[in-house]
């Protein structure tokens, strides 16, 4: 089993700059992880997915050049740096951990964590 906890969600405004932490309970350094997001009356979507440093990252076209994806594997954690937000970013961020189905966009992780609120104001 493995707890995931987000944190370093916030208010910004537009233009500015938020990093996201996904602090994992063990080392899934091996495993792919990722950020979803949620917006109000949308469905859940991938973000950025990363697996070993340096193996593999993945982005969605929407925030390709503005988000960065990285893991510490020695704090167990993956972080999500986000810049130039815009208010379509707005929406519940979440980390997911061990993907075993699907491509890495897929909803397809065994492990979720509860979400962190990121809000983007024009």
């Known amino acids: 089993q493995v707890q995931l906890v987000e944190s370093g969600g916030g208010s910004v405004q537009a233009g500015g700059s938020l990093r996201l932490s996904c602090a994992a309970s063990?080392?899934?350094?091996?495993?792919?992880k990722a950020w979803f997001r949620q917006a109000v009356g949308k469905e859940r979507e991938g973000v950025a997915a990363?697996?070993?440093?340096?193996?593999?990252?993945r982005y969605a076209d929407s925030v390709k050049g503005r988000f960065t994806i990285s893991q510490d594997n020695a704090e167990n954690t993956v972080y999500l740096q986000m810049n130039n937000l815009k208010p379509e970013d707005t929406a519940m961020y979440f980390c997911?951990?061990?993907?075993?189905?699907?491509?890495?966009?897929?909803?397809?992780?065994?492990?979720w964590g509860q979400g962190t609120q990121v809000t983007v104001s024009s």
């Open positions: 997911a951990a061990e993907l075993f189905a699907g491509t890495w966009s897929s909803p397809h992780y065994k492990y």
């Open positions: 063990r080392d899934t350094s091996t495993r792919w």
């Open positions: 990363i697996l070993a440093a340096g193996d593999g990252t």
